[in-house]
């Protein structure tokens, strides 16, 4: 099933999971396509009332701290390649969690700003993804995250 590229907000959702979200053929019985359906709503509600967190931009650590691209530094003295490889899994893992796609995190700034190539945006201004998808509606999205959606 093809995802949609940017956050939806709920009736488009809807509308979008009727038309293309559920292979009618597979389905046994009406009852089956009702449950799933719900389900696929349900789940996008909850997607919907998250609060915003920095890790949904871009990759962060266990405590929330932004991570940097991994240096091969093996050549100084104290930096193994054992520790470049834990540092590149580590981002790639954080990377699988980020939600909305082609954001950076402006470090000089003592809130939570972040920059777009279209726009900034400050996370403490939305309460929730619903928010900021009303306020930008084209925000992308992570073909990642909908595959967590839509199981």
């Known amino acids: ?14 509308l979008w999971l009727n038309k293309y979200g559920i292979d009618f053929s597979k389905l046994p019985t009406p009852k089956e396509w009702d449950s799933k359906f719900v389900v696929y709503v349900i789940n996008y509600a909850k997607f919907l009332q998250q609060t915003l967190t920095l890790n949904m931009f871009v990759p962060c650590d266990k405590n929330g701290k932004p991570l940097e691209k991994p240096i091969d530094r093996h050549r100084e003295t104290c930096y193994t390649e054992m520790v470049y490889q834990l540092e590149c ?7 699988r969690s980020v939600i909305f796609a082609g954001w950076i995190w402006k470090k000089k700034e003592a809130s ?23 306020c930008f509606p084209d ?13």
């Open 1 to 14: 099933m093809k995802h949609p590229d940017r956050a939806l907000k709920m009736i488009e959702f809807v």
């Open 89 to 95: 899994k580590a981002c790639q893992q954080a990377e």
């Open 112 to 134: 939570l700003k972040l920059k777009h190539k279209d726009y900034t945006i400050q996370l403490n201004h939305y309460k929730n993804i619903e928010d900021l998808i009303t």
């Open 139 to 151: 925000i992308a999205i992570t073909e990642n995250y909908y595959s967590k959606i839509i199981k």
